[in-house]
C-alpha cells in the first residue's frame, strides 16, 4: 500500500534458501502461498506492481500476489525496516549490519543507490517527509536530502527528547509532519523547517512497539510494550481508545478507513489476527491462521492500496507462508446442525442448530433449508426457516419419501458476516416389497429352454425387475437377461439356455417408500453326455437290448460329451456272467478341445462274451462343477468268433 508502517528493525538467524515457492490452498475465500524459508520478517505491499517485499537475513524476497519469486536481493547484512515511496516507484530498505540504507527500484527491481550513516551507527526505522528519507538509530534520529547528488546523512537537534531505535511514521497527507515512537513516548514534529519542532506528546507507560499511520494521517496505532494497540487521533495526539488482544500483540496495520489489524506474539489461545471495526461497539473480527509464534519483525502484516485485502506472514511447522484473507471485516460465522441418524418416513422429525458468529444475529435472521431425496434429487426448498434467540435454529420437516435424505441449512451472508452453511443427511425407512423367484434347485436337460419367473409385489412408483444370470465356471460374466416392468400380475419372465448350473437372480432398484432387494435361486443344468461305438460288424437284439456285434479279436472305440477346461468323461464297463450284469472296470478320460476322446475298450479274446459301457459326467470328480451330474445310455457288446 502507499503509506507503510515503519518499524525496528529484528536480525534474523537464517538464510533463504532456495527452494521454490509453492502455492497452497487455504480455508474459505483466502488465498495462500508458502515461503523459502522459516525465517521471514516485515513484510511490505506494492500494489502498483502487484509485488510483496519480505526481509529474511541476508536478503529482500519480492513475490506477486500470487506467491511466485521473482527477485531476490541479497543484502550486505541484515534487512531491517522497509518503506515505500507514496507513489510506490522506491523502495527503502535499512540494514542495521551493514550501517547502510538501500534505495531500489519497483519497476525494474533494481538497485539505485546505498548510503552509509556512519560504521559506528546503525540504521532501523524509516519515514519519508517530503524529500528527506528519515533514519532512527543507535545515535539517534537523522535523515538523506533526496534532492542532494550525494545524500550524507543529516543529524538535526530533536530537541529535548532522546530517541534511539526509535519507530518512525509518516503520510504525505501531513506534509512536514515526523512521528517518532520510542522509549514510552509517541513525539509529532513538524520538520519542515531547518530545526525539526515538537508539536505534541503522548507519554506510554508499557513502552511503545510498532506504530502504524493510517493513509490520510488521521489515526495512528501504536503497540505497547504489554501487548495493547493504543489508537490516537492526529494531530493532537488524543487517545481514541485502547484495543486488547488476548495475547501479546506485535504488529499492527491501519487501513485507509481507519480499521485497526493487529497480529499476536504468541498464538496458544487460537486466534492470532484481530481486526478492530471502527464502529467500536463491535468486538473484533479474529482469524486463527498460525499453527505457532508468529514470525520475526514488527511488521508482519499489510493492508491492500485500497484496504480491501489485510496480507499476513504467519508461520506453522512446515514453515513460513503468506495468507491473504480477501474479506477481513467480516465475521467468521459458523453454521453447525443435528439431525436423528434415522426416522421413519411420514413421520415428523426435528432438526436442531446454531448460527455463531463474535457479532451475533439477530433473531428472526432468514435461513434457507433444502432437502434432498428420491423425490427431489435436484432438492427442494422448504417453507421460511429463520433464527431464533441467541442464534438457535429449530424446525421440524415430514419426509416423504424413504432412504437418505439430505437437509442442507444456509445462511447467505451480508456485509458483515460471511454466507455459512451445513448439511446433515438422515436414512428415512422404507418398505421392503415382496419378490420371488422360481425354479429354484431344479435341474434340467443340458441346453433346454427355461422359463424363469419373478413376482414383485407392492410397490409406490418403481415397476421395473432386472433378471441376471450368472452361469457357473470362471469363464463366462453374469449378465443381464432380462429388465422390464412387471405385467398386471406382478410377474417377469425370461427365457435362459440351461447349458451349465446357474444362479439366477432377481433385482428390484428400489423407490422412494420401497426399499431395493433382490432374491437368487440356482438351478442346474445336466452335462451333454453321448457315447457312440465303432468297429462292429453287425447289430442285432438279444432280448430286450439291442448289441453291437464284435469279433472276438476286434477292438471296439468309444467317443463323447460338451467341452468345459480340463473336463475329463467317466466309462464304465459291466461284464455279464450267469444272468447277472458285474462291475468291470471305471475309469476317466481327458476330452479333446471338441469334446471327444476316443477310448480303446479292447477285446476278450474269446467268443460269447456280453458286455456293456456308458459314458458319465460327475460334478467335482470330472474335473470341474459347471454341470450336474449325467449319464449317457449304455451300450451292450456282443464277442462273437
Known amino acids: 500500500m502507499r503509506t507503510r508502517t515503519p518499524a525496528a528493525a529484528t536480525a534474523l538467524a537464517a538464510l533463504l534458501t532456495s527452494a521454490a515457492l509453492t502455492a497452497a490452498p487455504a480455508a474459505s475465500a483466502d488465498s495462500e502461498f508458502r515461503l523459502p524459508s522459516y525465517n521471514m520478517a516485515n513484510l511490505i505491499v506494492d500494489d502498483t506492481h502487484r509485488h510483496l517485499f519480505m526481509t529474511s537475513t541476508g536478503s529482500v524476497l519480492v513475490t506477486t500476489f500470487e506467491g ?15 518503506i515505500l515511496s507514496p507513489d510506490e516507484s522506491a523502495l527503502y530498505v535499512s540494514d542495521p549490519i551493514a550501517h547502510t540504507v538501500t534505495v531500489y527500484d519497483t519497476a525494474t527491481l533494481t538497485q539505485r543507490a546505498r548510503w552509509s550513516i556512519g560504521d559506528a551507527d546503525q540504521p532501523f526505522s524509516l519515514a519519508l517527509v517530503g524529500d528527506r528519507l528519515w533514519f532512527s538509530s543507535t545515535s539517534g534520529l537523522g535523515y538523506f536530502d533526496l534532492t542532494a547528488t550525494q545524500p550524507v546523512p543529516v543529524r538535526p537537534d530533536m530537541g529535548e527528547l532522546t530517541w534511539t531505535t526509535a519507530n518512525l511514521a509518516a503520510d504525505p497527507a501531513l506534509p512536514g509532519t515526523l512521528l517518532v515512537a520510542g522509549n514510552g513516548t509517541i513525539g509529532l514534529y513538524d520538520v519542515s523547517g531547518a530545526a525539526p519542532v515538537l508539536r505534541a506528546s503522548a507519554e506510554l507507560a508499557e513502552g511503545v512497539g510498532a506504530i502504524s499511520l493510517a493513509p490520510g494521517g488521521a489515526t495512528l496505532a501504536a503497540v505497547t510494550g504489554r501487548g495493547h494497540v493504543v489508537e490516537y487521533r492526529l494531530p493532537g495526539l488524543s487517545v481514541t481508545r485502547t484495543l486488547s488482544a488476548p495475547e501479546y500483540a506485535r504488529s499492527v496495520a491501519v487501513a485507509p478507513d481507519g480499521t485497526v489489524a493487529a497480529t499476536t506474539a504468541y498464538t496458544s489461545n487460537g486466534d492470532d489476527v484481530f481486526v478492530y471495526p471502527r464502529i467500536f461497539s463491535r468486538p473484533p473480527v479474529t482469524r486463527d491462521i498460525s499453527g505457532r509464534s508468529d514470525p520475526f519483525g514488527d511488521h508482519t502484516i499489510d493492508w491492500s492500496a485500497d484496504g480491501g485485502k489485510l ?108 454466507a455459512a452453511g451445513a448439511s446433515r443427511s438422515v436414512e428415512v ?47 463366462k460374466p453374469n449378465k443381464l437377461v432380462k429388465k422390464a416392468k412387471v405385467n398386471s400380475k406382478g410377474d417377469l419372465t425370461a ?50 437290448h439291442t448289441y453291437a456285434y464284435f469279433h472276438k479279436n476286434k477292438d471296439a472305440h468309444t467317443t463323447t460329451m460338451n467341452y468345459y477346461k480340463g473336463r475329463k468323461q467317466r466309462l464304465d464297463l459291466e461284464i455279464y456272467y450267469n444272468g447277472k450284469w458285474y462291475d468291470g472296470a471305471s475309469e476317466y478320460f481327458k476330452l479333446a478341445t471338441n ?24 460334478n467335482n470328480s470330472s474335473g470341474d462343477n459347471v454341470n450336474s451330474t449325467a449319464y449317457s445310455p449304455w451300450k451292450y457288446l456282443y464277442f462273437t468268433k
Not at 419373478?454 to 433378471?467: D, I, P, Q
Not at 469334446?595 to 460327475?618: I, Q
Open 595 to 618: 469334446g471327444k476322446s476316443l477310448v480303446n475298450l479292447g477285446n476278450p479274446g474269446e467268443s460269447g462274451v456280453k458286455a456293456r459301457v456308458r459314458a458319465a459326467y460327475v
Open 495 to 544: 427365457t435362459v439356455d440351461m447349458t451349465r448350473d446357474t444362479t439366477l437372480t432377481a433385482k428390484f432398484t428400489g423407490d422412494s417408500r420401497y426399499a431395493a432387494t433382490s432374491v437368487k435361486v440356482t438351478a442346474y443344468a445336466k452335462a451333454k453326455v453321448s457315447l457312440s461305438l465303432s468297429n462292429q460288424y453287425r447289430t442285432g437284439r438279444i432280448g430286450s
Open 311 to 418: 496480507y499476513v506472514l504467519a508461520e506453522d511447522d512446515r514453515g513460513t507462508y503468506v495468507r491473504t484473507l480477501t474479506a477481513p471485516r467480516t465475521y467468521p460465522t459458523t453454521l453447525t446442525a443435528s439431525a436423528p441418524a434415522k426416522a421413519t418416513r411420514a413421520k415428523s422429525l426435528t432438526i436442531k442448530g446454531t448460527v455463531k458468529s463474535a457479532l451475533a444475529l439477530p433473531k428472526g435472521t432468514p435461513l434457507k433449508v433444502v432437502r434432498t431425496d428420491l423425490e427431489s434429487p435436484g432438492g427442494k426448498t422448504l417453507s421460511a426457516k429463520s433464527l431464533g434467540t441467541g442464534g438457535a435454529f429449530s424446525f421440524t420437516d415430514t419426509p416423504p419419501a424413504g432412504g437418505k435424505v439430505t437437509y442442507k441449512i444456509s445462511y447467505a451472508g451480508d456485509a458483515d458476516h460471511p
Open 429 to 475: 425407512s422404507r418398505a421392503t416389497p415382496t419378490l420371488k423367484l422360481n425354479n429354484n434347485k431344479k435341474v434340467y436337460a443340458y441346453g433346454a429352454d427355461v422359463k424363469f419367473t419373478a413376482h414383485l409385489g407392492s410397490t409406490y412408483k418403481n415397476r421395473t425387475v432386472e433378471l441376471w444370470a450368472d452361469p457357473y465356471g470362471g469363464d
Open 68 to 82: 511466485k519469486q521473482v527477485k531476490q536481493f541479497n543484502a550486505v547484512g541484515s534487512p531491517g525496516d522497509m
